[in-house]
């Protein structure tokens, strides 16, 4: 009998995660190449700070890396873990909690899934493909990833202290929107044959989540070897989207290495304009939402632009490549990943356009 803390069962795998299973003896070039990169420069700002301090562009680079890195490696690591935890759990269970993926209850599930969810933005991505894998529908999962690109616990408090307790609500609220609204338009485009059904999904009837769960749980024996093996397929599961989180990083190094502070702040006032440039802005700089949130802060007090500090919250899920190419490598689908900033950038300008003309 299988046990709700088992080992996973085998995944049906999408066309993409085919390709890689065929190439699988090959290296993963853009893996290896970022984090030796990403490596070298984080302990060269640790352990050699003085030797490369005449090269001010590389004491920068290694400076940013390493600022990135600190503030990401506890959310990366909180996703692993639960990327762990999610492949013990059958899919039957996900099923059930989640409801129904093409309902609204289903979706009104998933879009508090994610914004309860203490996690950065880099472990709600980790959960959220993990989410496709175990059966949730398409429309679940891109709401549970909308609605929870800022919005932990920790970072709520934060920015209720940066910005006042009614901005952050307001931000909170508009996001829960864009995440139901945009996972009512994935459920309808994939009802149409728009876009390709989660091929894990399944049917379950007469399921009792808490009775199952209790009843599995006691027949579990919670090892060492048990711990361990949870731990080694978080990280392994967790590989495919980790290469394009490093990639971020070192894009995002760049870009406060050579683009200064002063000129990022003076074109992001309360106009279309500052609103575009935001918008691009936010896309190409890949930052965890513990970095996101300040800068956000600051365009809403010192810009006095809070839909550019809205926006640039939300950039981080709705154009984001990161987010991009993590969907079209679980959904083996680049019309699903483009799919995404199609629908939720119209609704992240229209609020954000609001909030600017509420504020001003």
Known sequence: MSSCCSPPEPEPQASCCGEETAKKSRPDLLLWS????????????????????????LSSMTEAVHHLMDSMWIGLALGMFFVGVLGRVPREFVTSLLGKGDTFIGILRAT????????????????????????????????FLIASPWNSLSLTVILIALIGWKWTLLFIVCSMVIGIISGLIFNALVNSGTLLANPNTIEVTNFKVWPEAKKRLAETKFSIQWWSSMLWEGLKDSRMIVRWLLLGVLLAAAIRTF??????????????????????????????????????????????????GFAFL?????????????????????????????????QVVLLSWVMNLAGG
């Not at 984001?320 to 629908?343: C, H």
């Open 314 to 346: 939300m950039t981080g899920v709705a154009t984001d490549y990161t987010e991009i190419m993590s969907l079209r490598e679980t959904t083996g689908s680049w019309k699903i990943a483009l799919f995404l900033p199609l629908i939720t950038v119209p």
């Open 259 to 308: 683009v200064p502070l002063d000129s990022f702040q003076t074109y992001f006032g309360a106009t279309l304009a500052g609103l575009g440039m935001t918008l691009l802005v936010a896309t190409i700089l890949e930052i965890c939402s513990e970095g996101s949130t300040p800068i956000a802060a600051d365009l809403v007090t010192r810009a006095e632009a809070p839909g550019n």
């Open 34 to 57: 970022t984090l030796i990169l990403v490596s070298v420069a984080y302990l060269l700002d640790v352990f050699a700070t003085d030797v490369i301090s005449e090269w001010v562009s």
């Open 112 to 143: 508090f899934a994610g914004v309860l969810l203490d996690l950065c933005s880099h472990g709600i991505l980790l959960v959220a493909m993990r989410l496709y894998q175990r059966g949730a529908s398409l429309g679940q999962v891109m709401a």
